[in-house]
Protein backbone atom coordinates (compact mmCIF):
# COMPACT_ATOMS: atom_id res chain seq x y z
CA UNK A 1 0.00 0.00 0.00
CA UNK A 2 3.18 2.36 0.92
CA UNK A 3 3.98 2.27 -2.63
CA UNK A 4 1.25 1.96 -4.40
CA UNK A 5 0.36 5.93 -2.95
CA UNK A 6 3.07 7.27 -5.30
CA UNK A 7 1.38 5.97 -8.23
CA UNK A 8 -1.96 6.99 -7.25
CA UNK A 9 -0.82 10.85 -6.22
CA UNK A 10 1.07 10.86 -9.72
CA UNK A 11 -2.50 10.34 -11.48
CA UNK A 12 -3.88 12.65 -9.15
CA UNK A 13 -1.59 15.71 -9.55
CA UNK A 14 -1.83 14.57 -13.44
CA UNK A 15 -5.45 14.93 -13.44
CA UNK A 16 -5.86 17.98 -11.88
CA UNK A 17 -2.86 19.50 -13.42
CA UNK A 18 -4.89 19.02 -17.10
CA UNK A 19 -7.78 20.23 -15.56
CA UNK A 20 -6.25 22.92 -14.85
CA UNK A 21 -4.52 23.73 -17.95
CA UNK A 22 -7.59 23.36 -19.66
CA UNK A 23 -9.59 25.96 -17.17
CA UNK A 24 -6.65 28.36 -18.10
CA UNK A 25 -7.19 28.05 -21.39
CA UNK A 26 -10.55 28.11 -21.40
CA UNK A 27 -9.93 31.46 -19.59
CA UNK A 28 -7.81 32.84 -22.24
CA UNK A 29 -10.11 31.94 -24.65
CA UNK A 30 -12.97 33.76 -22.95
CA UNK A 31 -11.17 36.64 -22.19
CA UNK A 32 -9.72 36.25 -26.06
CA UNK A 33 -13.78 36.61 -27.30
CA UNK A 34 -14.44 39.43 -24.63
CA UNK A 35 -11.32 41.58 -25.50
CA UNK A 36 -12.30 41.57 -29.39
CA UNK A 37 -15.94 42.41 -29.55
CA UNK A 38 -15.04 45.61 -27.01
CA UNK A 39 -12.28 46.45 -28.94
CA UNK A 40 -13.96 46.76 -31.87
CA UNK A 41 -16.83 48.70 -30.41
CA UNK A 42 -14.12 51.00 -28.96
CA UNK A 43 -12.93 51.82 -32.52
CA UNK A 44 -16.53 52.08 -33.85
CA UNK A 45 -17.68 54.21 -30.99
CA UNK A 46 -14.47 56.53 -31.73
CA UNK A 47 -15.73 56.94 -35.47
CA UNK A 48 -19.28 57.70 -33.76
CA UNK A 49 -18.10 59.91 -31.36
CA UNK A 50 -15.85 61.93 -33.93
CA UNK A 51 -19.02 62.08 -36.57
CA UNK A 52 -18.01 65.24 -38.62
CA UNK A 53 -21.92 66.62 -38.40
CA UNK A 54 -24.27 67.44 -41.45
CA UNK A 55 -24.62 70.23 -43.92
CA UNK A 56 -27.53 71.83 -44.31
CA UNK A 57 -28.79 74.63 -46.89
CA UNK A 58 -31.10 77.09 -46.85
CA UNK A 59 -34.53 75.86 -48.92
CA UNK A 60 -35.30 76.94 -52.53
CA UNK A 61 -38.46 75.30 -53.25
CA UNK A 62 -40.16 77.42 -50.78
CA UNK A 63 -38.19 80.95 -51.96
CA UNK A 64 -40.17 80.63 -55.51
CA UNK A 65 -42.50 82.23 -57.31
CA UNK A 66 -45.10 80.43 -59.25
CA UNK A 67 -43.88 78.27 -62.05
CA UNK A 68 -44.96 78.41 -65.24
CA UNK A 69 -46.13 74.74 -67.10
CA UNK A 70 -43.20 75.35 -69.43
CA UNK A 71 -40.59 75.82 -66.89
CA UNK A 72 -41.88 73.11 -64.26
CA UNK A 73 -39.80 70.03 -65.93
CA UNK A 74 -36.73 72.15 -65.46
CA UNK A 75 -37.18 73.65 -62.50
CA UNK A 76 -37.69 70.43 -60.68
CA UNK A 77 -34.60 68.80 -62.42
CA UNK A 78 -33.12 71.13 -61.18
CA UNK A 79 -34.75 71.08 -57.48
CA UNK A 80 -33.69 67.85 -57.43
CA UNK A 81 -30.07 68.47 -58.79
CA UNK A 82 -29.68 70.62 -55.29
CA UNK A 83 -30.64 68.01 -53.08
CA UNK A 84 -28.33 65.58 -54.95
CA UNK A 85 -25.31 68.03 -54.53
CA UNK A 86 -25.79 68.73 -50.62
CA UNK A 87 -25.77 64.11 -50.36
CA UNK A 88 -22.80 64.22 -52.04
CA UNK A 89 -21.55 67.12 -49.84
CA UNK A 90 -22.68 65.20 -46.67
CA UNK A 91 -21.17 61.90 -48.22
CA UNK A 92 -17.34 63.91 -48.74
CA UNK A 93 -18.09 65.16 -45.59
CA UNK A 94 -17.63 61.73 -43.66
CA UNK A 95 -15.13 60.03 -46.39
CA UNK A 96 -12.44 63.30 -45.68
CA UNK A 97 -12.71 62.90 -41.64
CA UNK A 98 -9.27 64.49 -40.48
CA UNK A 99 -8.44 65.53 -43.72
CA UNK A 100 -6.70 68.72 -44.51
CA UNK A 101 -6.51 71.88 -42.25
CA UNK A 102 -8.73 73.66 -40.67
CA UNK A 103 -10.01 75.22 -43.05
CA UNK A 104 -10.24 72.15 -45.23
CA UNK A 105 -14.18 71.46 -45.24
CA UNK A 106 -15.20 75.37 -45.89
CA UNK A 107 -12.35 75.33 -48.75
CA UNK A 108 -12.56 71.68 -50.19
CA UNK A 109 -16.66 70.88 -49.63
CA UNK A 110 -18.57 73.82 -48.25
CA UNK A 111 -17.06 76.57 -50.83
CA UNK A 112 -17.66 74.10 -53.68
CA UNK A 113 -21.01 73.31 -52.47
CA UNK A 114 -21.98 76.67 -52.83
CA UNK A 115 -20.61 77.29 -56.69
CA UNK A 116 -22.48 74.54 -57.95
CA UNK A 117 -25.38 76.14 -55.79
CA UNK A 118 -25.41 79.29 -57.28
CA UNK A 119 -25.45 78.31 -60.70
CA UNK A 120 -27.99 75.42 -60.38
CA UNK A 121 -30.24 77.95 -58.50
CA UNK A 122 -29.63 80.66 -61.93
CA UNK A 123 -30.61 78.02 -64.37
CA UNK A 124 -33.80 77.35 -61.92
CA UNK A 125 -33.92 81.67 -62.25
CA UNK A 126 -33.49 81.65 -66.17
CA UNK A 127 -35.86 78.92 -66.59
CA UNK A 128 -38.98 81.12 -64.65
CA UNK A 129 -37.70 83.97 -66.50
CA UNK A 130 -38.37 82.57 -69.92
CA UNK A 131 -42.16 83.08 -69.82
CA UNK A 132 -42.38 85.01 -66.14
CA UNK A 133 -40.70 87.58 -64.09
CA UNK A 134 -37.49 86.08 -63.70
CA UNK A 135 -37.24 85.81 -59.38
CA UNK A 136 -34.55 87.78 -58.10
CA UNK A 137 -32.20 87.46 -54.83
CA UNK A 138 -31.73 83.70 -54.76
CA UNK A 139 -28.69 83.26 -55.23
CA UNK A 140 -28.93 84.59 -51.15
CA UNK A 141 -29.83 80.52 -50.76
CA UNK A 142 -26.75 79.58 -52.52
CA UNK A 143 -24.26 79.45 -48.94
CA UNK A 144 -24.49 76.07 -46.59
CA UNK A 145 -23.32 75.94 -43.37
CA UNK A 146 -21.63 72.90 -41.50
CA UNK A 147 -24.51 71.37 -38.48
CA UNK A 148 -21.61 70.07 -36.21
CA UNK A 149 -24.20 68.83 -33.39
CA UNK A 150 -20.77 69.22 -30.75
CA UNK A 151 -18.92 66.69 -32.66
CA UNK A 152 -16.55 68.51 -34.72
CA UNK A 153 -14.91 69.13 -31.76
CA UNK A 154 -12.84 66.34 -32.77
CA UNK A 155 -13.35 63.83 -29.62
CA UNK A 156 -12.34 59.91 -29.76
CA UNK A 157 -9.71 58.65 -31.86
CA UNK A 158 -10.06 61.10 -35.24
CA UNK A 159 -9.08 64.03 -33.05
CA UNK A 160 -5.72 62.91 -32.83
CA UNK A 161 -5.57 62.49 -36.40
CA UNK A 162 -7.19 65.58 -37.10
CA UNK A 163 -3.93 67.66 -35.11
CA UNK A 164 -1.95 65.14 -36.81
CA UNK A 165 -2.89 66.27 -39.89
CA UNK A 166 -3.17 70.29 -39.20
CA UNK A 167 0.35 70.17 -38.07
CA UNK A 168 1.33 68.25 -41.08
CA UNK A 169 -0.27 70.96 -42.99
CA UNK A 170 0.64 73.69 -41.37
CA UNK A 171 4.17 72.71 -41.44
CA UNK A 172 3.93 71.81 -45.39
CA UNK A 173 2.88 75.40 -46.02
CA UNK A 174 5.54 77.04 -44.09
CA UNK A 175 8.15 75.00 -45.70
CA UNK A 176 6.43 76.03 -49.12
CA UNK A 177 6.10 79.46 -47.76
CA UNK A 178 9.98 79.85 -46.91
CA UNK A 179 10.30 79.73 -50.82
CA UNK A 180 7.52 80.89 -52.95
CA UNK A 181 9.20 81.62 -55.72
CA UNK A 182 10.36 77.86 -55.94
CA UNK A 183 7.91 75.99 -54.66
CA UNK A 184 6.41 76.22 -58.37
CA UNK A 185 2.80 76.11 -57.58
CA UNK A 186 1.84 76.31 -60.99
CA UNK A 187 -1.36 78.02 -63.03
CA UNK A 188 -4.36 77.17 -64.19
CA UNK A 189 -4.98 77.04 -67.84
CA UNK A 190 -8.53 76.29 -69.79
CA UNK A 191 -9.53 76.49 -73.04
CA UNK A 192 -10.80 79.67 -75.13
CA UNK A 193 -14.27 80.03 -75.46
CA UNK A 194 -14.51 83.37 -77.20
CA UNK A 195 -12.73 81.85 -80.54
CA UNK A 196 -14.74 78.67 -80.33
CA UNK A 197 -18.17 81.01 -80.65
CA UNK A 198 -20.61 81.75 -83.99
CA UNK A 199 -21.30 85.03 -84.31
CA UNK A 200 -22.64 86.64 -81.94
CA UNK A 201 -26.75 88.04 -82.13
CA UNK A 202 -26.66 91.71 -81.15
CA UNK A 203 -29.25 91.19 -78.67
CA UNK A 204 -26.96 88.86 -76.33
CA UNK A 205 -23.80 90.56 -76.75
CA UNK A 206 -23.64 92.31 -73.57
CA UNK A 207 -24.76 88.86 -71.77
CA UNK A 208 -22.68 86.98 -73.53
CA UNK A 209 -19.74 89.77 -72.96
CA UNK A 210 -20.47 89.46 -69.33
CA UNK A 211 -20.30 85.68 -69.24
CA UNK A 212 -16.61 85.90 -70.96
CA UNK A 213 -15.46 88.02 -68.11
CA UNK A 214 -16.68 85.59 -65.86
CA UNK A 215 -14.73 82.94 -67.13
CA UNK A 216 -11.93 84.98 -66.52
CA UNK A 217 -12.46 85.78 -63.50
CA UNK A 218 -13.27 82.40 -62.36
CA UNK A 219 -9.85 80.96 -63.72
CA UNK A 220 -7.75 84.38 -61.82
CA UNK A 221 -9.53 82.98 -58.28
CA UNK A 222 -9.19 79.72 -58.86
CA UNK A 223 -4.88 80.74 -59.25
CA UNK A 224 -5.11 82.91 -56.34
CA UNK A 225 -7.03 79.72 -54.51
CA UNK A 226 -4.15 77.60 -55.63
CA UNK A 227 -1.71 79.60 -54.08
CA UNK A 228 -3.91 80.07 -50.74
CA UNK A 229 -4.19 76.62 -50.32
CA UNK A 230 -0.54 75.43 -51.15
CA UNK A 231 0.33 71.89 -48.78
CA UNK A 232 -3.48 71.73 -47.80
CA UNK A 233 -5.34 67.70 -47.95
CA UNK A 234 -4.00 65.16 -49.77
CA UNK A 235 -2.89 64.45 -53.23
CA UNK A 236 -6.33 64.85 -55.07
CA UNK A 237 -6.40 68.11 -53.34
CA UNK A 238 -5.82 70.77 -56.39
CA UNK A 239 -8.55 68.21 -58.30
CA UNK A 240 -11.20 67.95 -56.06
CA UNK A 241 -10.77 71.23 -54.40
CA UNK A 242 -9.87 73.87 -57.38
CA UNK A 243 -10.14 72.02 -60.59
CA UNK A 244 -13.69 70.40 -60.17
CA UNK A 245 -14.96 72.81 -58.88
CA UNK A 246 -13.89 75.66 -61.62
CA UNK A 247 -15.60 72.95 -63.74
CA UNK A 248 -18.48 73.06 -62.28
CA UNK A 249 -18.65 77.14 -62.82
CA UNK A 250 -17.71 76.88 -66.38
CA UNK A 251 -20.18 74.52 -67.10
CA UNK A 252 -22.90 76.65 -66.27
CA UNK A 253 -21.18 80.33 -67.22
CA UNK A 254 -20.73 78.45 -70.77
CA UNK A 255 -23.78 77.02 -70.69
CA UNK A 256 -25.72 80.52 -70.54
CA UNK A 257 -23.80 81.69 -73.02
CA UNK A 258 -24.88 79.55 -75.53
CA UNK A 259 -28.69 79.88 -74.13
CA UNK A 260 -28.04 83.54 -75.05
CA UNK A 261 -27.11 82.72 -78.35
CA UNK A 262 -29.55 80.39 -79.00
CA UNK A 263 -32.71 82.95 -77.91
CA UNK A 264 -32.53 84.80 -81.68
CA UNK A 265 -29.44 82.35 -83.67
CA UNK A 266 -28.58 78.75 -84.24
CA UNK A 267 -27.50 77.83 -80.60
CA UNK A 268 -23.83 76.39 -80.37
CA UNK A 269 -23.45 72.59 -79.43
CA UNK A 270 -20.55 70.83 -77.72
CA UNK A 271 -18.97 74.12 -75.80
CA UNK A 272 -18.97 71.93 -72.94
CA UNK A 273 -16.05 70.19 -73.99
CA UNK A 274 -14.15 73.61 -73.06
CA UNK A 275 -15.06 73.22 -69.85
CA UNK A 276 -12.27 71.49 -68.17
CA UNK A 277 -8.98 73.44 -66.91
CA UNK A 278 -5.57 71.59 -66.27
CA UNK A 279 -2.64 72.72 -63.72
CA UNK A 280 0.36 73.92 -66.08
CA UNK A 281 3.32 73.07 -63.41
Known amino acids: MSRALPKYNKRRVAIIG ?72 NTRLVNTVGQGGPNFVQNAILGPLKDKRVSTIDRIAISIGRTAAKPQ ?62 AIPATA ?27 QGGPNFVQNAILGPLKDKRVSTIDRIAISIGRTAAKPQGLDALAACTLNK
Request: charged share 10%; hydrophobic share 45%.
Open 205 to 231: KAEVDRNLALLQTQINEANTRLVNTVG
Open 137 to 198: GLDALAACTLNAGGAAAGTGANSGATAAATATAAATAGANNSGAGASGVGTITCPDVASKLP
Open 18 to 89: GAAAVALSGAVIAGSALAGPSSGNGATNARTLAAPGTITCPDVASKLPAIPATAKAEVDRNLALLQTQINEA
